[in-house]
Nanobody, 125 residues
Framework: QVQLVESGGGTVQAGDSLRLSCAAS????????IAWFRQVPGKERVFTAA??????NTYYGDSVKGRFTISRENSTVNLQMNSLNPEDTAVYYC????????????????????WGQGTQVTVSS
């Protein structure tokens, strides 16, 4: 099973940018589809972005499309977050699943068997 470690969270002002990283370790770390989800207290984890094993396919949640960019370099996946607003405040988790997913299935958190510990992002107004 792949191990995931997130980094890069912090506190920023509205309009600022932040980049999160997810390092996947393990022998086949580069062979996983990686996604980012976010969660605020009392609510379910919400799909944010996903990237295929090759990096050629990317998917985004509606609320972040055009502002966030997901990319990968082998087994490290980055989430560049621009034009942040207070509604982006959440704990961000990266998740991994073996193999490919579709534009629909990538958004389903039940698809992912491996999760990181999460990193807090706070955006103040």
């Amino acid at each position: 099973q792949v191990q995931l470690v997130e980094s890069g969270g912090g506190t920023v002002q509205a309009g600022d940018s932040l980049r999160l990283s997810c390092a996947a370790s393990g022998r086949t770390g580069a062979g996983y589809t990686i996604a980012w989800f976010r969660q605020v207290p009392g609510k379910e984890r919400v799909f944010t972005a996903a990237i295929s094993r090759s990096g050629s396919n990317t998917y985004y949640g509606d609320s972040v499309k055009g502002r966030f960019t997901i990319s990968r370099e082998n087994s490290t996946v980055n989430l560049q977050m621009n034009s942040l607003n207070p509604e982006d405040t959440a704990v961000y988790y990266c998740a991994a699943t073996v193999g490919a997913c579709t534009a629909t299935s990538c958004r389903d958190r039940r698809l992912y068997r491996s999760w990181g510990q999460g990193t807090q992002v706070t955006v103040s107004s």
